[in-house]
């Protein structure tokens, strides 16, 4: 079953880190490009960072520059997004994705596989 699975979320104090994971299991994320997306309560799902699948490149939303990295170890299957500086409007559900290729985009369209979320929430 092709599957990808979010972790490391939880609930933070407000200048805090979190790291969240993305693994995938039933097929091999180095053929795809990686992106995470979330979506606070009443607001549109919107994206965050995204990865190509060669790594080198990267993409980031505005509110994510400076704050949040993202990474990927092809040999563990695994996408990293590894977030500084945490405020409470980065309080959301967290979602990885996977689109097949080279390329990575912040908008949701065209990706093909989605994990179930992680829950991240800053707040004092």
């Known amino acids: 079953q092709l599957q990808l699975v979010e972790s490391g979320g939880g609930l933070v104090q407000p200048g805090g880190s979190l790291r969240l994971s993305c693994t995938a299991s039933?097929?091999?994320?180095?053929?795809?490009?990686i992106g995470w997306f979330r979506q606070a309560p009443g607001k549109e799902r919107e994206g965050v960072s995204c990865?190509?699948?060669?790594?080198?490149?990267?993409k980031s939303a505005d509110s994510a520059k400076g704050r949040f990295t993202i990474s990927r170890d092809n040999a563990q299957n695994t996408v990293y997004l590894q977030m500084n500086s945490l405020k409470p409007e980065d309080t959301a559900v967290y979602y990885c994705?996977?689109?097949?290729?080279?390329?990575?985009?912040?908008?949701?369209?065209?990706?093909?596989?989605w994990g179930q979320g992680t829950q991240v929430t800053v707040s004092s």
């Open positions: 994705a996977a689109k097949k290729g080279l390329v990575c985009e912040l908008q949701s369209e065209g990706y093909d596989y």
């Open positions: 990865i190509y699948n060669s790594g080198r490149l990267t």
């Open positions: 039933g097929f091999t994320l180095a053929s795809y490009a």
